[in-house]
């Protein structure tokens, strides 16, 4: 059902949401993104100085050895902070951060600079998709800054320096890795805490697991869908590359285990039904509670690349991160800002992406989720990109769940989905310039699952694709975006019927609650 008013008020569905938090048709529930649920990083003792181990903050020498040699150094420590004083450094290789509990921090990114004069291409070599093109996978993976767990990292490196072209996930270079704790018996519904396992012996409270859901005969891609008759035509045996997403991965860490009943620590994103082979396994190395804060990252400048042939001028990674973050972290001339790859529970605070043409500002991709982007700038390119480049903005794909982006400003860019069924996320209280395109080829699926919401979003250019979802996302809601009208790119539905998606208060940003989040982990504490 769709609907319009012509005057700010209440949104009424926000009142339908108080009422059923944790299942509601349209609304997702993300009270429980960013790190450690929601929670502001507190601050460690600073345990190294990089000068100490031989940096040079007047750019003269690399420093990207003395950075890793006082990482490595707290790291052993059982963690702290790893302290970069104000000055300009030379960064002619990878900064890696693989250890629990370490934090890198600057003394402000007006103040603490990260010059890289060399490409993840230069450093490490040729990467490629695995889907087996000639495209450069740097368009969408590493950065100059890795924050990747070391047991994680080093097989990842090699497995691309081999040209083994690794599956860069939970599970390590191969999607069937990892052990079976316990099955899960019987179904729980969305929204659930409490599930029951055969063997809860074989789990501990605080223990992080992840959820496997196996598809069985389309069935699981369709419940990501809503389940709903517009979307029951669609053709799922011919997109072979979302296929090869599955299973669905999500981490979660148990609370509680009481025999064989076990609480998790947050809802669940999806109904658990037998026929899905549902089981708590392991994972591969995670690394936890580790951050970057106060810190530029500036690249050696060269042209915006073709689309899909990016050097890997990559400022900020996450890959297998869990209940990290970064705070005040400005990158700058980059082929992609900040990449979440496989992480959960990240947030990222007071970002900031400027200089030339970038291919993605931030991208979350391979079933990362519940993470947090908050207070972010995407600035207009300095320069006009080479006929060619890529942008997209804000990606989203790969069955990621949980995201939420709040608080931005967009000068010039896209709320992107790269197909791959993404579905329940949040994008609230956003202004921006919507310039640009989605991407994703046709294999891939679906540009938006269910339960996907734009809420409080306006448009400076009135331009309404990617931005208006309710007629192409099932199960969705847009609520309180400022007039928009279709041009450039326009959004094809994937699905033909009813798709049970709901908008209220078009055309205007006046509404209560005014962030979706917030109002979202006001209810989840009162």
Same mark, same amino acid.
């Given at each position: 059902?769709?609907?319009?008013?012509?005057?700010?008020?209440?949104? =009424?569905?926000?009142?339908?949401?108080?009422?059923?938090?944790?299942?509601?048709?349209?609304?997702?529930?993300?009270?429980?993104?960013?790190?450690?649920?929601?929670?502001?990083?507190?601050?460690?003792?600073?345990?190294?100085?990089?000068?100490?181990?031989?940096?040079?903050?007047?750019?003269?020498?690399?420093?990207?050895?003395?950075?890793?040699?006082?990482?490595?150094?707290?790291?052993?420590?059982?963690?702290?902070?790893?302290?970069?004083?104000?000055?300009?450094?030379?960064?002619?290789?990878?900064?890696?951060?693989?250890?629990?509990?370490?934090?890198?921090?600057?003394?402000?990114?007006?103040?603490?600079?990260?010059?890289?004069?060399?490409?993840?291409?230069?450093?490490?070599?040729?990467?490629? +998709?695995?889907?087996?093109?000639?495209?450069?996978?740097? +368009?969408?993976?590493?950065?100059?800054?890795?924050?990747?767990?070391?047991?994680?990292?080093?097989?990842?490196?090699?497995?691309?320096?081999?040209?083994?072209?690794?599956?860069?996930?939970?599970?390590?270079?191969?999607?069937?890795?990892?052990?079976?704790?316990?099955?899960?018996?019987?179904?729980?519904?969305?929204? +659930?805490?409490?599930?029951?396992?055969? #063997?809860?012996?074989?789990?501990?409270?605080?223990?992080?697991?992840?959820?496997?859901?196996?598809?069985?005969?389309? +069935?699981?891609?369709?419940?990501?869908?809503?389940?709903?008759?517009?979307?029951?035509?669609?053709?799922?045996?011919?997109?072979?590359?979302?296929?090869?997403?599955?299973? @669905?991965?999500?981490?979660?860490?148990?609370?509680?285990?009481?025999? #064989?009943?076990?609480?998790?620590?947050?809802?669940?994103? !999806?109904?658990?039904?037998?026929?899905?082979?549902?089981? !708590?396994?392991?994972?591969?190395?995670?690394?936890?509670?580790?951050?970057?804060?106060?810190?530029?990252?500036?690249?050696?400048?060269?042209?915006?690349?073709?689309?899909?042939?990016?050097?890997?001028?990559?400022?900020?990674?996450?890959? $297998?991160?869990?209940?990290?973050?970064?705070?005040?972290?400005?990158?700058?001339?980059?082929?992609?800002?900040?990449?979440?790859?496989?992480?959960?529970?990240?947030?990222?605070?007071?970002?900031?992406?400027?200089?030339?043409?970038?291919?993605?500002?931030?991208?979350?991709?391979?079933? =990362?989720?519940?993470?947090?982007?908050?207070?972010?700038?995407?600035?207009?390119?300095?320069?006009?990109?080479?006929?060619?480049?890529?942008?997209?903005?804000?990606?989203?794909?790969?069955?990621?769940?949980?995201?939420?982006?709040?608080?931005?400003?967009?000068?010039?860019?896209? @709320?992107?989905?790269?197909?791959?069924?993404? @579905?329940?996320?949040?994008?609230?209280?956003?202004?921006?310039? #919507?310039?640009?395109?989605?991407?994703?080829?046709?294999?891939?699926?679906? !540009?938006?699952?269910?339960?996907?919401?734009?809420?409080?979003?306006?448009?400076?250019?009135?331009?309404?694709?990617?931005?208006?979802?309710?007629?192409?996302?099932? $199960?969705?809601?847009?609520?309180?975006?400022?007039?928009?009208?279709?041009?450039?790119?326009?959004?094809?539905?994937? @699905?033909?019927?009813?798709?049970?998606?709901?908008?209220?208060?078009?055309?205007?940003?006046?509404?209560?609650?005014?962030?979706?989040?917030?109002?979202?982990?006001?209810?989840?504490? =009162?």
């Amino acid at each position: 059902m769709t609907g319009t008013a012509s005057a700010a008020s209440s949104a =009424s569905l926000w009142q339908e949401f108080v009422a059923n938090p944790y299942n509601h048709p349209q609304i997702p529930n993300v009270a429980y993104a960013g790190y450690r649920t929601g929670e502001r990083p507190g601050r460690r003792p600073v345990l190294a100085n990089v000068l100490f181990f031989g940096a040079r903050r007047d750019g003269s020498a690399g420093a990207s050895a003395a950075i890793n040699k006082a990482v490595e150094f707290v790291g052993k420590l059982g963690g702290g902070t790893v302290f970069v004083p104000p000055g300009r450094y030379r960064i002619d290789d990878i900064i890696r951060i693989g250890y629990d509990n370490v934090v890198l921090r600057g003394a402000g990114s007006a103040k603490t600079t990260f010059y890289a004069t060399r490409s993840l291409e230069e450093i490490v070599g040729i990467n490629r +998709s695995r889907y087996g093109s000639e495209n450069s996978a740097w +368009s969408w993976s590493g950065g100059l800054v890795w924050v990747c767990h070391r047991d994680r990292y080093r097989p990842l490196v090699d497995a691309i320096k081999a040209h083994k072209w690794p599956f860069e996930g939970w599970t390590g270079n191969e999607l069937e890795a990892g052990e079976t704790l316990t099955a899960v018996s019987g179904a729980a519904a969305r929204g +659930s805490f409490v599930v029951t396992v055969e #063997n809860g012996r074989s789990l501990r409270a605080g223990q992080r697991v992840l959820l496997r859901l196996d598809d069985d005969k389309y +069935s699981l891609p369709k419940h990501m869908c809503g389940d709903v008759p517009g979307t029951a035509t669609y053709r799922w045996d011919d997109k072979d590359k979302l296929l090869s997403y599955f299973p @669905f991965l999500w981490p979660v860490r148990v609370e509680w285990v009481r025999g #064989n009943r076990v609480k998790l620590a947050q809802p669940l994103p !999806l109904e658990i039904r037998p026929e899905w082979k549902p089981r !708590l396994t392991t994972m591969a190395p995670v690394v936890t509670g580790a951050g970057v804060e106060g810190i530029k990252i500036e690249m050696f400048k060269v042209p915006t690349p073709k689309h899909l042939q990016d050097k890997g001028y990559n400022g900020l990674a996450f890959q $297998c991160a869990w209940d990290c973050w970064a705070d005040d972290v400005h990158v700058q001339d980059v082929d992609n800002g900040f990449l979440l790859v496989s992480s959960k529970g990240i947030s990222l605070l007071n970002t900031r992406v400027s200089g030339r043409g970038h291919h993605h500002a931030y991208a979350t991709r391979e079933q =990362s989720h519940d993470n947090l982007t908050d207070g972010f700038v995407i600035e207009a390119p300095s320069e006009p990109s080479q006929a060619g480049a890529g942008n997209h903005g804000l990606n989203v794909e790969g069955l990621s769940c949980g995201n939420v982006w709040t608080r931005g400003r967009m000068d010039h860019d896209v @709320f992107d989905t790269h197909r791959g069924l993404p @579905f329940a996320n949040v994008r609230t209280e956003i202004t921006i310039n #919507n310039v640009g395109a989605h991407g994703g080829s046709a294999n891939a699926g679906p !540009l938006y699952g269910a339960r996907f919401a734009h809420w409080n979003v306006t448009v400076v250019n009135q331009r309404a694709g990617n931005v208006r979802i309710d007629q192409v996302a099932p $199960c969705s809601a847009t609520v309180a975006i400022s007039e928009v009208r279709d041009f450039g790119q326009i959004d094809k539905p994937d @699905f033909t019927g009813e798709l049970n998606s709901r908008l209220e208060l078009y055309g205007t940003t006046d509404v209560t609650p005014r962030n979706l989040y917030d109002a979202q982990r006001k209810l989840r504490r =009162s």
